[in-house]
């Protein structure tokens, strides 16, 4: 797991890369909670999804935003650290100009940003979305969202309600030619105290189907998108 420093658009970034001996691995970006709340690249649950990635053979990166650990910059309330997550997966990209996939995942705060990075990153097919705090932020840009993924929430979260969760994600399992799946896991609060075991089941579980059945990724393409792709 070396150590990488790349350069963001606010300095440096710290982060933990795993490169997968595979030719054409896939790629994924790890995003992590508030950085004003003790939010790190080392949190227990942007750990698991990490190692969730590793196990299923991606080449996975997480990182620190901007003023967090040895990453240059100061908070930026999202913009700077949208900006951080783009410029992260630019620097996966240049190591990886073959990689046939690329997925973003992302714990609370982190599960904000890499939403917004999903609407603004066509490659991006499949998304972790863990613990999302839509009580605290707003998801309307997500119309239409792009591609499938899915949502996992704890019932005891205190921080984020199941419920507020639940609305969201009708929301957007409203939408057309996407799959979005939904995985509660029973007790757990918004950290996963005690039950991260369950949470990397479920996230390898499905990252195990997508794998299988990579044709469950993203909204269809309109014709002429899909005959430009095809002459590219």
């Given at each position: 797991m070396p150590e990488?420093?790349?350069?963001?658009?606010?300095?440096?970034?710290?982060?933990?890369?795993?490169?997968?001996d595979k030719p054409r691995a896939p790629i994924a970006l790890i995003l992590h909670p508030h950085p004003q709340h003790g939010g790190?690249?080392?949190?227990?649950?942007?750990?698991?999804?990490?190692?969730?990635?590793?196990?299923k053979g991606f080449s996975v990166l997480r990182f620190n935003f901007r003023g967090v650990g040895r990453s240059?910059?100061?908070?930026?309330?999202?913009?700077?650290?949208?900006?951080?997550?783009?410029?992260?997966?630019?620097?996966?990209?240049?190591v990886n100009p073959s990689a046939p996939a690329c997925w973003v995942a992302?714990?609370?705060?982190?599960?904000?940003i890499g939403m917004q990075l999903l609407m603004r990153r066509p490659e991006i097919e499949g998304f972790v979305s863990v613990?999302?705090?839509?009580?605290?932020?707003?998801?309307?840009?997500?119309?239409?969202?792009?591609?499938?993924?899915?949502?996992?929430?704890?019932?005891?979260?205190d921080v984020v309600p199941e419920s507020s969760v639940e609305k969201f994600v009708n929301k957007l399992k409203m939408q057309k030619n996407i799959s979005i799946d939904y995985s509660l896991v029973k007790g757990a609060n918004?950290?996963?105290?005690?039950h991260l075991e369950q949470l990397t089941k479920v996230v390898e579980g499905y990252l195990?189907?997508?794998?299988?059945?990579?044709?469950?990724?993203?909204?269809?393409?309109?014709?002429?998108?899909?005959?430009?792709?095809?002459?590219?």
């Amino acid at each position: 797991m070396p150590e990488v420093i790349f350069v963001g658009p606010g300095g440096r970034l710290e982060g933990r890369y795993h490169h997968c001996d595979k030719p054409r691995a896939p790629i994924a970006l790890i995003l992590h909670p508030h950085p004003q709340h003790g939010g790190t690249m080392n949190n227990k649950v942007v750990y698991n999804l990490y190692y969730s990635f590793v196990n299923k053979g991606f080449s996975v990166l997480r990182f620190n935003f901007r003023g967090v650990g040895r990453s240059q910059g100061e908070f930026d309330n999202g913009m700077g650290e949208l900006s951080d997550a783009a410029s992260a997966l630019d620097w996966m990209q240049t190591v990886n100009p073959s990689a046939p996939a690329c997925w973003v995942a992302g714990f609370s705060f982190g599960a904000w940003i890499g939403m917004q990075l999903l609407m603004r990153r066509p490659e991006i097919e499949g998304f972790v979305s863990v613990a999302p705090p839509a009580n605290m932020y707003d998801f309307s840009f997500l119309a239409p969202c792009p591609s499938s993924g899915i949502i996992v929430q704890g019932t005891d979260d205190d921080v984020v309600p199941e419920s507020s969760v639940e609305k969201f994600v009708n929301k957007l399992k409203m939408q057309k030619n996407i799959s979005i799946d939904y995985s509660l896991v029973k007790g757990a609060n918004h950290f996963f105290k005690d039950h991260l075991e369950q949470l990397t089941k479920v996230v390898e579980g499905y990252l195990s189907t997508r794998l299988e059945n990579p044709g469950v990724s993203r909204r269809k393409q309109s014709p002429a998108a899909a005959a430009a792709a095809a002459n590219a």
